[in-house]
């Protein structure tokens, strides 16, 4: 291709964890418009799950620039810098307060970035609370079939517009397709910092785990771990399995693994999981995938997104040496491209994306809630955000025009330390005290 055919968009990527920070990085670089460049910058948005040098290198994407901000000052590096595409990759009520913080920040300019948002995974809870919360991106981007008549059919049954509603798929599917067994036959458990939520239901899987690489002393079983203590991800650990471990004779074929997921994949015959879009991904590449029942269906645990799947199974099955056949139909709808037509996933977003760049001027960013329609709702989530009803800095947020001094930087290190802390240990104490 001729150098003079190839545009360079500048994109940035704001992102609250390092999953949020892969899907919203990998979603910038599948949704470029064909014959152009990416010029990728990363905001992570300051908060108790701020990604880690460690966990940013698991991810394996290579930003131009990565800088840690508050919203605030976000929202004033966004009045200055020209960028074409903006992905927000947050929880709903931080897309919200973005929506309505760049929309004062660009009011009555005729051009500004294209602002995508969407969802890292399985949507499985909270599908109307966080839709509506994502609503005024010009793209909110469904992962599969199944979520995209969904979320056209919530915001059409609330009378907003639907028509930002963009069919995808997740970003992060590829790799090579399962072509049979390794030496040695390799089992995968893939762990959530979220599901379940106890020390007794972990306990049991932690312990099944181990159980199922004696049953089968020539199985290799991993337990595949997301974050090292004190790390936050997307989802708060209050358990950590690298602690359960602890004092467990464990035998020789059992051992934890980090890493990406995908180089895991890469040797995996058999990937068990609760609800993790693993699953997925493991789906996408063929590789024989169970999510486990022994906890009951539960919406609690996000494996009901499953029912239909052939996927379904626990670990007495998995012990009997069961193996799993998805169903075909289930798979196409859930954006699990294993027939071959991944590459084109991505087609409506680009087209809509390169005609939006490509008009003279772009309409206001327009949240379906404002604060007449959600007065007693909107105000407390742009507050969190340092941001007043109407989406303007409040007196007092953190300043954008200089870093945090060496005093500032203690601080906060420090109270991000005793939040952890907060979270890990003194929280299930309370907790178990209360159950006395």
Request: hydrophobic letters at 40%.
């Amino acid at each position: 291709m001729p150098a003079s055919a190839t545009q360079t968009l500048r994109v940035a990527v704001l992102a609250d964890s390092d999953t949020r920070w892969k899907w919203g990085s990998l979603t910038a670089n599948r949704i470029a418009p064909p014959n152009s460049d990416i010029s990728l910058d990363g905001y992570l948005l300051r908060g108790r799950a701020t990604p880690t040098a460690r966990q940013l290198k698991e991810v394996g994407v290579t930003a131009d620039s990565l800088r840690e901000v508050t919203a605030v000052e976000f929202l004033r590096a966004m009045e200055t810098e020209p960028y074409d595409i903006l992905v927000l990759s947050l929880v709903g009520g931080g897309v919200q307060a973005m929506l309505h913080g760049l929309a004062r920040a660009w009011d009555g300019r005729s051009k500004r970035p294209v602002v995508v948002t969407g969802y890292v995974g399985v949507v499985y809870e909270k599908l109307t609370d966080g839709l509506l919360l994502r609503h005024g991106a010009d793209l909110v981007l469904a992962n599969s079939r199944q979520d995209a008549d969904r979320f056209k059919a919530v915001y059409d049954g609330v009378g907003a517009d639907s028509t930002a509603v963009t069919e995808v798929a997740l970003p992060f599917l590829g790799g090579a397709a399962y072509t049979g067994e390794h030496d040695p036959y390799t089992v995968v458990f893939a762990v959530q910092p979220s599901v379940p939520d106890n020390r007794r239901d972990r306990d049991y899987l932690l312990n099944r785990a181990i159980q199922h690489a004696r049953f089968h002393p020539h199985r290799e079983v991993l337990l595949k771990l997301r974050s090292k203590p004190g790390e936050h991800t997307t989802h708060i650990e209050e358990l950590p399995y690298q602690k359960l471990v602890q004092g467990k004779e464990l035998p020789a074929n059992f051992s934890l693994v980090y890493g990406h997921m995908g180089d895991v994949l890469d040797r995996t015959d058999l990937l068990v999981t609760i609800s993790s879009t693993a699953a997925l991904e493991s789906l996408h590449r063929r590789i024989p995938t169970v999510v486990l029942t022994d906890l009951g269906i539960r919406e609690g645990l996000g494996n009901h997104h499953f029912v239909g799947s052939g996927c379904l199974a626990s670990w007495d099955q998995l012990d009997a040496g069961y193996k799993p056949v998805p169903d075909a139909e289930w798979v196409a709808r859930q954006g699990v491209m294993a027939d071959g037509s991944y590459e084109t996933a991505f087609d409506a977003a680009r087209e809509r994306i390169t005609k939006l760049l490509a008009g003279d001027e772009m309409a206001p960013l327009n949240p379906y809630y404002t604060p007449e329609t959600a007065p007693g709702y909107l105000p407390g989530i742009l507050a969190r955000h340092h941001l007043g009803p109407d989406g303007t800095p409040q007196p007092g947020a953190p300043a954008a025009d200089k870093e945090p001094g060496p005093v500032r930087q203690i601080v906060r290190r420090a109270a991000r330390g005793a939040y952890r802390h907060g979270v890990q240990r003194v929280a299930p104490v309370i907790r178990r005290m209360g159950e006395l």
